[in-house]
C-alpha cells in the first residue's frame, strides 16, 4: 500500500506539471495532440472533443504533452498555421514555463492547506507538568500555577521562550512568581544541569493549545517552507557538482518511491504532503535548467528566436532535444539500476 502511495506522490506531480503545458496550450490555441501521464505502453485513454487524446501509460516514471507541429524534423508541418512552430514565441515560452510553474503553485497551495487546515501551536506561560524531585517540585510549583515574574520583572504578556531563557540561567537561584487561582505566589528555584538537555532546568513543562492560523499568516509560512524547499535543492545541485556525498545520495523514480513509501509508513498524512511540497519544487527547478531535453532548454530555444527575429533550424533543435532526452532515459536507467541494487542489500 505505502509503495502504491509513493507511486501516486509521482503521479499527482507528473500530471500537475503536464496540465501546466496543457491548460496555457489550450489558453494560446495551440493543439495538443496526446495528454499522457506515464511513459511505454499505453493502458487505456480517451479522445476529448478537442480531439486531443488523453493517455494513461505503464511506466509511471514521467508524461508528456504532444503539441501539433512539435520537433518536428521533417518540416512537414512548417506551412501549416495550426503547428506549434508557427505560433507567437510569446505562446510558445508560456506553453513550455507553465509545466514548471504549476509544480510551483502545486507545492505553495498544499503548503497553505497544511497550515491553515492544521492551525499553529501556542505555547502557555501555564505550568502543565512539574517533574518529581526537580527544583520546582521541591520549591513548591504545582500544575496549573501561571508565572507572571521571574527576579521581580513582570513577565505576564512576555513569551515562553523569554520566561525559559530568565528561568534557565546557570545554576543561578531565581524568584518565580506565579498566579495561582488568583493568588500571586513566590518561590525560590535554584536551575539544575540535565545532562540529556545539554543546560540547566527546573523541571516543569508549559502548556500549549492549537490555534486556527489566519489565511494571511498561513500564506507566509507556505511561502517561507516553499522558498527553503528551493533553497535545499540548489544547495543539493550545487552539491552534485562539488560533493561525491551528495552524488551518491542521488535517487531516480524506485528510489524516490521507497523514500516516499517509508517516510509516509512512519509519519503519515504530514510527510506525505512534506515530501510532496518539496519533490514537486525540485521538478519545477529541474525542469527549468537549460537541459537539453528539459522545459529550460526549450525556452532558451524560443529565447533565442525572440532575439534573432528567427527560430533556428527546425532539424537542429529537435536534433538538440533528441539528444538531450537520450541522455537523460539514459541517466534514468542508471539510478533505476543504482536504485534496485540499493534496495537488494
Known sequence: MYVLIGILLLGILIAVHEFGHFIAARLCGIAVMEFSIGMGPRLGGWTGKSGTKFSLRAIPLGGYCAFYGEDDAKGITKDDPRSYNKQPVWKRIFTVAMGPMMNFVLAFLVALAVYWTSGYLEVLPTVAEVSAGSPAALAGIRVGDVITGVDGVDYSDATTADIQAALNKKGEAADITVLRGQTPLTFVVTPQWNEDAGRYLIGITFDSRTLPMPLGKASAYAWDYCAQAGSAVVKALKGLVTDPAVRDQVAGPIGTVSVVSQQVKENGFEAFCSLLVLISVNLGLMNLLPIPGLDGSR????????VRGKPIKPEREAMVHLI??????????????????????
Open 324 to 345: 538531450g532526452m537520450a541522455l537523460l532515459f539514459g541517466l534514468m536507467i542508471f539510478y533505476t539500476v543504482k536504485d534496485v541494487l540499493r534496495l537488494l542489500q
Open 299 to 306: 525556452i532558451v530555444f524560443h529565447l533565442i528566436e525572440a
